[in-house]
């Protein structure tokens, strides 16, 4: 048997996106944010005007350059989330077996313990008599009785107090509500504007959100990859076609789990998490990961079994919500998912040792290239992959393929060091290559390495780089070098 145990120190490779919001404002605190491993920084654009948006999103890469670390920044469309409006009161309680209508007629601000307003006036369009509507996550259950045009008749199932704007569902999926709205393709340009790396699209059904999305970005001037949030029922019986129009996948459990039934959800989620990877697409597993930490300062059990669960099944990333934008420990939040990260990872049953698309047929050099790489890798006792990249894509395939062995992205572009922050055991180093000869080059990335103290002298390392400089996508060689100090 070949040598292949690991000899790289510890290090966490999944990443770690964590949602800003009123709690992360402090400057000093979105700095210990960084510090202590966020990757990826969530702007979720249903709150805040662009003002805000544009603040936060510099004081982002402000706290980066203090840690001398690079974080992406994700921006995350509201979608059609529907709602019902708000009582005259603030809330209502209603008893079981009452009757209840959602009617858009009724006054934004004057719902009553008998009716509330609806934001999403189609919403009768779309159902029958008999369906059952789910709001606030599931804890007042409706079944629809009558439609009345736009008005819906509803009897209370399950019963409790209902607050001002909450979120609506219907059981078993269905809505047409169509996935972009106008403020959604105003956010489009704010991101392209702000320059942002990820751009979330919310509710998607088919790929023709997606493309319309992207079409809506590239007219902007934006390069921002397209993450497909998988929320709805429709998402899934289309994760072929939308793994194939998106460049990440969100496996957005809050909604998904209202509209498939919560029993369904684990399943669901490790068989996202397979195809993504199968399909070379990032994933990012989220929602209530750590929901407890909104006001306490460790996680339950049950939550570092889930977020261990998720790092196991190889997901890319974990992603914490308002355990960080509103809770009371945000920094506590991701230092402690990154110790589970890091356990987890320690215990991983599968080595995958490149068997990743073994009988397939590449198209691509450099998507060859990368899985001769981690085959190499996961049968060679090597300490580190370099790969000098232009756009990031070489290391994204070789993320693909389980090892614990560290990708190094060197690359001259700081949206593709940014880019890659959201890839499984992929760190960015900022690099301009000086002289043109080969020598040069490898003399130069092993100075920064020995200097990082990322690699010791007599390590083996293997390298990639393309013979057409400042090209993407022309990734065609790979060479297994041992590291030399300088001389």
């Keep these: 048997?070949?040598?292949?145990?690991?000899?790289?120190?510890?290090?966490?490779?999944?990443?770690?996106?964590?949602?800003?919001?009123?709690?992360?404002?402090?400057?000093?605190?979105?700095?210990?944010?960084?510090?202590?491993?966020?990757?990826?920084?969530?702007?979720?654009?249903?709150?805040?005007?662009?003002?805000?948006?544009?603040?936060?999103?510099?004081?982002?890469?402000?706290?980066?350059?203090?840690?001398?670390?690079?974080?992406?920044?994700?921006?995350?469309?509201?979608?059609?989330?529907?709602?019902?409006?708000?009582?005259?009161?603030?809330?209502?309680?209603?008893?079981?077996?009452?009757?209840?209508?959602?009617?858009?007629?009724?006054?934004?601000?004057?719902?009553?313990?008998?009716?509330?307003?609806?934001?999403?006036?189609?919403?009768?369009?779309?159902?029958?008599?008999?369906?059952?509507?789910?709001?606030?996550?599931?804890?007042?259950?409706?079944?629809?009785?009558?439609?009345?045009?736009?008005?819906?008749?509803?009897?209370?199932?399950?019963?409790?107090?209902?607050?001002?704007?909450?979120?609506?569902?219907?059981?078993?999926?269905?809505?047409?509500?169509?996935?972009?709205?106008?403020?959604?393709?105003?956010?489009?340009?704010?991101?392209?504007?702000?320059?942002?790396?990820?751009?979330?699209?919310?509710?998607?059904?088919?790929?023709?959100?997606?493309e319309e999305a992207r079409r809506l970005l590239h007219e902007a001037g934006s390069e921002a990859r397209l993450v497909a949030k998988i929320e709805r029922v429709e998402a899934v019986r289309n994760l072929e076609a939308l793994l194939g129009a998106c460049d990440v996948i969100m496996v957005a459990r809050g909604d998904l789990g209202v509209e498939m039934g919560y029993a369904e959800l684990p399943g669901i989620q490790k068989g996202m998490i397979r195809s993504s990877r199968d399909r070379h697409r990032v994933v990012i597993t989220a929602t209530q990961m750590m929901e407890s930490m909104i006001s306490n300062a460790i996680p339950t059990r049950a939550e570092v079994s889930d977020v261990a669960n998720a790092v196991m099944d190889g997901t890319d990333a974990v992603m914490l919500s308002a355990e960080t934008a509103v809770g009371r420990y945000p920094v506590r939040a991701i230092e402690a998912m990154a110790e589970v990260c890091v356990a987890a990872e320690k215990h991983l049953t599968e080595r995958g040792r490149a068997r990743h698309r073994m009988y397939d047929r590449f198209e691509r050099v450099d998507e060859a290239i990368a899985m001769a790489v981690m085959y190499t890798a996961n049968h060679l006792r090597v300490r580190a992959i370099i790969a000098l990249t232009e756009s990031g894509a070489t290391t994204r395939w070789m993320s693909r393929i389980r090892s614990d062995i560290p990708i190094y992205a060197f690359t001259p572009h700081t949206a593709t060091a940014r880019r890659v922050t959201l890839y499984r055991g992929v760190y960015p180093v900022q690099f301009a290559p000086g002289a043109p000869g080969a020598p040069d080059i490898y003399r130069e990335v092993f100075d920064v390495l020995l200097e990082r103290g990322l690699v010791q002298v007599g390590d083996r390392v293997i390298f990639t780089k393309g013979d057409m400089r400042g090209i993407s996508g022309h990734t065609n060689a790979m060479k297994i070098l041992e590291v030399t100090a300088t001389l």
Excluded: W
């Excluded at 000899?7 to 800003?20: M, S």
């Excluded at 982002?60 to 009582?87: E, H, M, W």
């Excluded at 209502?92 to 509330?116: I, Q």
């Design 1 to 210: 048997m070949s040598e292949s145990a690991p000899v790289t120190p510890a290090r966490r490779r999944t990443k770690i996106v964590a949602t800003l919001g009123p709690a992360t404002d402090d400057p000093r605190v979105l700095e210990a944010m960084v510090c202590a491993g966020m990757d990826v920084a969530r702007i979720n654009f249903s709150h805040g005007q662009p003002g805000e948006v544009a603040r936060r999103v510099e004081a982002v890469r402000t706290a980066a350059r203090a840690c001398n670390s690079y974080v992406g920044i994700l921006g995350d469309l509201q979608g059609p989330k529907l709602r019902i409006q708000r009582f005259a009161e603030g809330e209502v309680t209603l008893p079981e077996g009452a009757g209840f209508a959602l009617d858009p007629a009724v006054d934004a601000a004057g719902g009553t313990v008998e009716a509330v307003g609806l934001a999403y006036a189609p919403l009768a369009d779309d159902l029958h008599v008999g369906d059952t509507l789910l709001l606030d996550d599931g804890q007042i259950v409706l079944e629809v009785t009558a439609l009345l045009g736009r008005r819906i008749e509803t009897v209370v199932r399950t019963g409790g107090v209902l607050k001002d704007l909450k979120g609506l569902n219907r059981l078993g999926g269905g809505l047409s509500a169509p996935a972009l709205t106008d403020k959604d393709r105003e956010d489009i340009r704010l991101a392209a504007a702000l320059d942002l790396d990820y751009v979330a699209v919310s509710f998607v059904r088919d790929a023709a959100d997606l």
